[in-house]
């Protein structure tokens, strides 16, 4: 019943809360008029039943032009002309003044103020002051003596008719009208709020943008200034054939770990403009880890930390797997950049049931397992070479596991340093 009325309204077709109120108005009148018809008729009041009818057609014509063509100025225009019409009538069958002539024009000017257009309402209360003055002066000027009802309970019953319809013209306007406001305004302050929130989030992600890139401008700065200088000396004959040599070496560990942090930027940007789409692949597990190793020996054996990969072989996946590679190298990464000189890192699965628990151990100093599930930015430190951080790589790694769909554990153990836990699901080869 509520959804039948809500679209008898308009509500569904998003009608301007103006035309709501005006056919829920005009509908309640009509109602009511159809109400009364038969009681009309049954205290033999004949005149006013047949004018109680013609003004019902004219309500039914008002809502049909504003619910179905949206003019709801012009059903104005027919209720303004009906109620006055109505009023008239009232005033010359029921008694004059005497009859419910007055309410009627009090109700049809409360009725038509709340609807029509404030720029128009002066020319509203003024006709329906002219209306009200001329019922006076002519009721005074010309008074008549005669019997409208033909009896006292009819008389009564359509007083009570007439104040029922004028009680149910001003609950429904303004009902209606506070309802919407109070819609409006709950909507407004929705929506405020929402605006502040996704204000105070963008705010907090360009801060924290900026914070990022600012590391990154000196991450990248200062290895490219390394090279420079190195190319420099190369270039003007002033080192040895040995210092020529070591000096690469030096200039190739510079230019892997820029890379890499070129690549993570990259991947990151992909993923904030969001042009990085999930199609899987189909892959073993050692495949990944290898390129990883021989990505990242030449460094572990610069700081002289182990790498030790134990990767049960034919762990089959299905997943994306460039992104998982880029997850796993962040996490390599971090365990040798935390590693102590000596140190080791431990990659390594266990199976259990259907899913596959991969291992990355480091021996270092710990990532707080807070500070990785947290909202905030993952702080940034250096490693025990000195090696700059930007806390990028755990954020794609956060990232990517959740577009994933990876689970990811994060502990710190008794004997410390920080261990990884992914857990995968593995699938038979096709």
């Not at 000027?141 to 359509?158: F, G, K, L, R």
């Not at 190793?293 to 797997?321: C, D, W």
């Not at 951080?389 to 956060?398: D, E, V």
Request: aromatic letters at 12%; charged letters at 20%; hydrophobic letters at 45%.
């Amino acid at each position: 019943m509520k959804k039948l009325w809500t679209h008898l309204l308009g509500v569904d077709d998003g009608l301007p809360t103006r035309g709501i109120v005006f056919n829920a108005t005009v509908l309640s009148v009509a109602g009511l008029l159809i109400l009364f018809l038969p009681l009309l008729i049954w205290i033999e009041l004949y005149e006013i039943a047949i004018v109680d009818g013609l003004v019902m057609v004219m309500l039914i014509l008002a809502w049909t032009i504003s619910r179905f063509f949206g003019l709801t100025n012009l059903g104005l225009m027919i209720v303004v002309f009906s109620s006055v019409v109505g009023v008239i009538y009232s005033f010359i069958a029921k008694g004059g003044i005497n009859g419910p002539a007055y309410v009627l024009a009090l109700v049809s000017f409360v009725a038509v103020i709340g609807l029509v257009h404030e720029k128009y309402q002066i020319w509203v209360y003024a006709g329906h002051l002219i209306l009200l003055a001329g019922m006076f002066y002519y009721d005074y000027a010309t008074p008549v003596d005669q019997e409208v009802y033909s009896s006292v309970e009819n008389e009564y019953i359509d007083f009570f008719f007439t104040s029922g319809i004028s009680l149910t013209i001003v609950f429904v306007l303004y009902s209606r009208t506070i309802n919407g406001y109070q819609r409006s305004l709950e909507s407004l302050q929705e929506k405020s709020l929402q605006n502040t929130t996704l204000t105070q989030s963008l705010e907090k992600s360009n801060a924290e943008k900026d914070r990022l890139f600012s590391v990154l401008a000196h991450d990248i700065r200062s290895p490219m200034a390394s090279i420079e200088g190195a190319m420099e000396l190369i270039s003007n004959d002033r080192l040895n054939k040995e210092e020529v040599v070591e000096l690469s070496k030096e200039l190739l560990d510079m230019t892997r770990s820029t890379m890499f942090l070129v690549e993570n930027l990259l991947y990151w940007s992909r993923n904030e403009l969001g042009a990085d789409v999930v199609v899987k692949d189909h892959f073993y597990l050692e495949d990944v880890f290898r390129q990883i190793r021989s990505m990242f020996y030449p460094l572990a054996k610069q700081k002289k930390v182990q790498l030790n990969f134990n990767i049960t072989p034919g762990i089959y996946l299905e997943n994306h797997r460039n992104a998982m590679e880029v997850i796993f190298r962040n996490v390599v990464h971090n365990a040798i950049k935390f590693s102590p000189k000596g140190g080791a890192v431990e990659v390594y699965t266990k199976r259990r049931d259907n899913h596959v628990l991969l291992f990355i151990e480091d021996e270092g100093k710990g990532l707080s397992p807070e500070a990785f599930y947290s909202d905030q930015a993952i702080p940034s430190s250096s490693g025990t070479s000195g090696e700059m951080g930007s806390g990028l790589g755990l954020r794609i790694t956060k990232t990517l596991s959740s577009k994933l769909e990876i689970p990811v554990y994060v502990t710190t153990p008794i004997s410390g340093g920080t261990r990884f836990c992914f857990e995968l699901s593995s699938i038979q080869p096709s």
